[in-house]
Each structure stands twice: as structure tokens, then as C-alpha cells.
T-cell receptor, first 116, second 111 residues
């Protein structure tokens, strides 16, 4: 998974606090995706972003969750007023610029969010 | 998005060949078949991708019959470090395509 960097690797928050997860895509990649994985399950798509634009957020809860991918800096997944059910592993993936290319998404090693 | 069905788990021994078959009966004309490997506490790692017939790389082979309704990932001579969950995904790899992961196949390699 070299290339896609996520931090922190582990994050502990108390109920009601905010969680910020960061993702730096691979060099040359301008498409970023966020996924959530619960224990013993596959990854579930949350949101797809390009620089400064949210393209598809169909998998993201309507409340408390937001994502951004600014012109400069990493992509941020933000969870406000966290609840126990937000405990999960959050993975970021990136893919290259060219549309319709058959380049696979490359994943980071995730942020494990634990809510106390 | 085409749905995939694969075995929940498989056991094998070091040095054996492991074959995991994935069913995808409603695969679309422009869909590719992609396999990822995931170790505990890590993100999915791309293994191989194919459209038809056979694809081989340094890690695995992918066999796809003519009707493309199934595919088989073949891992030659597995080692203990190949113990992982393997996911079969079907879809277009176009930028912006969201991946749909099923439950995957848990492969346990025994000594």
C-alpha cells in the first residue's frame, strides 16, 4: 500500500467529539475515495472526490459526516459529534487522472477509529 | 453494479495451489474483474485484473471463461504469508467508479 498515506493510524474519541481523518493520495493521483469497514465485513463506499469537488457522496451519512479535498493538502474526512456506531476502519483510496482508464484504486492502510 | 459470490473461507497448506472461484452472472460488457488481497489491519492490495481469457502476473493468475460469468483466482504455491481475505470485484475501473466489496474469501494457509 505504499503511496497512499493515511493518518492517524489509530484515533480514539469520546462520544460527542469530532474526528478528523487525513488522506494523501499517491503522487499523480487526483481522485480520492473514502470507504468504511466494520469488523468481519467488506469495505463500503462513502464518498468520491476530485480536487475541490465532491463528485459522489451517495454512501455518506447525511448528518455529521463531511469530506473535502482542497486544492492544496490532503483529503479530510470529518465526523462531528461521534457516536459508538462510528467505530470502524476508514480507508482512503486514490486513482490516476485519466478518466476511463483501467487503473485500479490503490488503498492506504486506514485509520482505526474507536469511540469510547 | 454486478454482484459477486465467492466462498466464505478456504483452507490450504504451504506449497499448494489455491484456486478461488467468483461468480458474477450479471457482469456487464464493459466490466472488468479485479481481485484485492487484504491482511488484518491493512488496506486492500490490488492483486490482478482481467477482462477475458487468462491474465498472469508475478503474484497470481486469473482465469476467465468465454461467458465471463465467473472467474478463478489462482495462487501458486502459497506460503503462510498468503493467509488473508481475498475480494473479487466486478465493475468498470473508470475513474469515479466506486468499488463494491462483498464479504470476500478468507484463505488460511497452514504449515
Amino acid at each position: 500500500n505504499a503511496g497512499v498515506m493515511q493518518n492517524p493510524r489509530h484515533l480514539v474519541r469520546r462520544r460527542g467529539q469530532e474526528a478528523r481523518l487525513r488522506c494523501s493520495p499517491m503522487k499523480g493521483h487526483s481522485h480520492v475515495y473514502w470507504y468504511r469497514q466494520l469488523p468481519e465485513e467488506g469495505l463500503k463506499f462513502m464518498v468520491y472526490l476530485q480536487k475541490e469537488n465532491i463528485i459522489d457522496e451517495s454512501g455518506m451519512p447525511k448528518e455529521r459526516f463531511s469530506a473535502e479535498f482542497p486544492k492544496e493538502g490532503p483529503s479530510i474526512l470529518r465526523i462531528q459529534q461521534v457516536v459508538r456506531g462510528d467505530s470502524a476502519a476508514y480507508f482512503c483510496a486514490s486513482s490516476p487522472e485519466q478518466p476511463y482508464s483501467n487503473q485500479p484504486q490503490h488503498f492506504g492502510d486506514g485509520t482505526r477509529l474507536s469511540i469510547l | 453494479l454486478a454482484k459477486t459470490t465467492q466462498p466464505i473461507s478456504m483452507d490450504s497448506y504451504e506449497g499448494q495451489e489455491v484456486n478461488i472461484t467468483c461468480s458474477h452472472n450479471n457482469i456487464a460488457t464493459n466490466d472488468y474483474i479485479t481481485w484485492y488481497q487484504q491482511f488484518p489491519s491493512q488496506g486492500p492490495r490490488f492483486i490482478i485484473q482481467g477482462y477475458k481469457t487468462k491474465v498472469t502476473n508475478e503474484v497470481a493468475s486469473l482465469f476467465i471463461p468465454a461467458d465471463r460469468k465467473s472467474s478463478t483466482l489462482s495462487l501458486p504455491r502459497v506460503s503462510l504469508s498468503d493467509t488473508a481475505v481475498y475480494y473479487c470485484l466486478v465493475g468498470s475501473q473508470a475513474a469515479g467508479n466506486k468499488l463494491t466489496f462483498g464479504g470476500g474469501t478468507r484463505v488460511l494457509v497452514k504449515p
